[in-house]
């Protein structure tokens, strides 16, 4: 089979100078293309499901910008609403409508948080959230499970230890020990280790953070009685649950994973799709949580930027198109059709990689397992097969995120006629893959 050749030369020529001014090139590494073939692509503008490179090449998006896109690039209303929002000015640092609007359209269609509070990234919702626990519970420690990213806040920036039960290590230099020493680092799917860890550190425990479906290393589903285990143990020692819902929130459904599992987080953070692709991240939580928040309460968190009229104009047209009847009934089908023809297409061949998928969000891995549910059973060496089928689907016009560890989203922008021809050049890349 012919590896179609598409010419990279602007793309390439603007990384070489975005080189001299970035680290990496770059303003968010993974953008690098680090664990795939080739240089980054310098994009130049999307319309539905489609961009177009520097160099004039057209791709199928199916990274959606990691997320938050779940109507597609230029969609109609959200690039009107800020239009219009554009003539009124960019910031004013004062209360606007516009926050009322979003915070009401949120909170009436969420049956888990009664308050909210706008911030500028997933980073600085989780970072907050965090304090928020902290201050409530009067404790320093959290639990994070290994696997979840949670943005680059200090605290997060930790991965396990050995042994099952430990104290982290800072998985970034410049984080300081004494930090990580108040993150505990345990596997996920893991009822042990928990109890472990609710046994070691009892009342030290502010609260246990956990993607709401674990989607920043592969799609590591969890099971609705583990959920439910990890809401029971954390309520019993007096510990917050903080659902980090930064991708499944307005992703899974207008309520997300919480409503998925069916469970009540003390803490929801949210980002991406909230600000319809504009910067927006939240938290929320109960009355009685959210007045601990200044200026209410003593836990301090502020921002120059936070609730910026623009961003949310976007984010009210987004949310408002995802509120209405059967947005997720047809997306998710629409999925699922999609990845039900993959599926089956590798099942045909016999090739060994598996398809895991919720909702609009999809993930490939390279491996005869059937179940992968823990971040260590992740082998590493199945993502040299993404990286041949990545470079194979760059050249002919799909684009998935740079690394095997990232999971694919469907946006609603994406027509049949995109997905068709989706299929056949994944079914060609993995042809390609497993040729030898
Ligand atoms: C993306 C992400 C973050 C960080 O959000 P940023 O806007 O990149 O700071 C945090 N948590 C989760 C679950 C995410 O997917």
């Given at each position: 089979?012919?590896?179609p050749?598409?010419?990279?030369?602007?793309?390439?020529?603007?990384?070489?100078?975005?080189?001299?001014?970035?680290?990496g090139?770059?303003?968010?590494?993974?953008?690098?293309f680090?664990?795939?073939?080739?240089?980054?692509?310098?994009?130049?503008?999307?319309?539905?499901?489609?961009?177009?490179?520097?160099?004039?090449?057209e791709?199928?998006?199916?990274?959606?910008?990691?997320?938050?896109?779940?109507?597609?690039h230029?969609?109609?209303?959200?690039?009107?609403?800020?239009?219009?929002?554009?003539?009124?000015?960019?910031?004013?640092?004062?209360?606007?409508?516009?926050?009322?609007?979003?915070?009401?359209?949120?909170?009436?269609?969420?049956?888990?948080?009664?308050?909210?509070?706008?911030?500028?990234?997933?980073?600085?919702?989780?970072?907050?959230?965090?304090r928020?626990?902290?201050?409530?519970t009067?404790?320093?420690?959290?639990?994070?499970?290994?696997?979840?990213?949670?943005?680059?806040?200090?605290?997060?920036?930790?991965?396990?230890?050995?042994?099952?039960?430990?104290?982290?290590?800072?998985?970034?230099?410049?984080?300081?020990?004494?930090?990580?020493?108040?993150?505990?680092?345990?596997?996920?799917?893991?009822?042990?280790?928990?109890r472990?860890?609710?046994?070691?550190?009892?009342?030290?425990?502010?609260?246990?953070?956990?993607?709401g479906i674990?989607?920043?290393?592969?799609?590591?589903m969890?099971?609705?009685?583990?959920?439910?285990?990890?809401?029971?143990?954390?309520?019993?020692?007096?510990?917050?649950?903080?659902?980090?819902?930064?991708?499944?929130?307005?992703?899974?459904?207008?309520?997300?994973?919480?409503?998925?599992?069916?469970?009540?987080?003390?803490?929801?953070?949210?980002?991406?799709?909230?600000?319809?692709?504009?910067?927006?991240g939240?938290?929320?939580?109960?009355?009685?949580?959210?007045?601990?928040?200044?200026?209410?309460?003593?836990?301090?968190?502020?921002?120059?930027?936070?609730?910026?009229?623009?961003?949310?104009?976007?984010?009210?047209?987004?949310?408002?198109?995802?509120?209405?009847?059967?947005?997720?009934?047809?997306?998710?089908?629409?999925?699922?059709?999609?990845?039900?023809?993959?599926?089956?297409?590798?099942?045909?061949?016999?090739?060994?990689v598996?398809?895991?998928?919720?909702?609009?969000?999809?993930?490939?891995?390279?491996?005869?397992?059937?179940?992968?549910?823990?971040?260590?059973?992740?082998?590493?060496?199945?993502?040299?097969?993404?990286?041949?089928?990545?470079r194979?689907?760059?050249?002919r016009?799909?684009?998935?995120?740079?690394?095997?560890?990232?999971?694919?989203?469907?946006?609603?922008?994406?027509?049949?006629?995109?997905?068709?021809?989706?299929?056949?050049h994944?079914?060609?890349?993995?042809?390609?893959?497993?040729?030898?």
């Amino acid at each position: 089979m012919q590896t179609p050749d598409i010419s990279r030369a602007k793309s390439a020529e603007l990384f070489e100078k975005a080189k001299q001014y970035f680290p990496g090139g770059v303003n968010s590494p993974v953008r690098a293309f680090k664990s795939v073939f080739g240089t980054p692509l310098f994009i130049e503008r999307g319309d539905k499901a489609h961009l177009w490179d520097a160099d004039g090449n057209e791709f199928i998006d199916f990274c959606c910008s990691w997320g938050p896109l779940i109507l597609g690039h230029n969609n109609d209303q959200v690039r009107e609403a800020v239009a219009a929002q554009l003539g009124k000015g960019l910031s004013f640092g004062a209360p606007t409508a516009l926050e009322n609007q979003l915070a009401e359209l949120i909170i009436e269609n969420n049956k888990y948080i009664e308050k909210i509070r706008f911030v500028s990234s997933g980073t600085e919702a989780v970072m907050s959230a965090i304090r928020l626990a902290r201050g409530y519970t009067k404790r320093d420690k959290i639990i994070k499970f290994d696997g979840c990213y949670h943005g680059h806040s200090d605290s997060l920036l930790v991965k396990a230890g050995s042994g099952l039960v430990t104290f982290g290590e800072t998985s970034s230099a410049g984080v300081p020990k004494a930090f990580a020493d108040e993150t505990i680092v345990i596997e996920l799917n893991d009822k042990e280790a928990l109890r472990a860890a609710f046994a070691e550190f009892k009342d030290q425990i502010a609260a246990v953070i956990i993607e709401g479906i674990p989607a920043n290393n592969g799609l590591l589903m969890q099971s609705k009685e583990y959920m439910h285990f990890l809401r029971a143990i954390t309520k019993e020692h007096g510990s917050m649950l903080i659902m980090d819902e930064v991708i499944t929130g307005f992703r899974i459904g207008f309520e997300g994973a919480s409503a998925y599992y069916e469970i009540q987080p003390d803490i929801i953070t949210y980002g991406k799709i909230i600000g319809g692709g504009m910067p927006v991240g939240a938290y929320g939580a109960s009355k009685e949580l959210m007045a601990c928040i200044s200026p209410d309460g003593a836990v301090y968190q502020a921002g120059t930027l936070s609730g910026n009229p623009v961003a949310m104009a976007a984010g009210i047209a987004a949310l408002t198109i995802l509120a209405q009847d059967d947005f997720y009934t047809n997306l998710n089908a629409k999925t699922a059709a999609f990845v039900q023809d993959l599926r089956q297409y590798i099942a045909e061949k016999g090739y060994q990689v598996q398809l895991f998928h919720v909702a609009s969000i999809f993930w490939f891995a390279f491996t005869e397992q059937e179940d992968i549910k823990k971040a260590s059973e992740i082998d590493p060496a199945s993502m040299e097969s993404y990286k041949i089928m990545h470079r194979e689907l760059l050249n002919r016009g799909v684009y998935f995120g740079p690394s095997g560890y990232e999971v694919g989203f469907v946006s609603a922008a994406h027509t049949d006629a995109d997905l068709n021809t989706a299929k056949k050049h994944i079914f060609d890349a993995l042809d390609i893959v497993f040729q030898s």
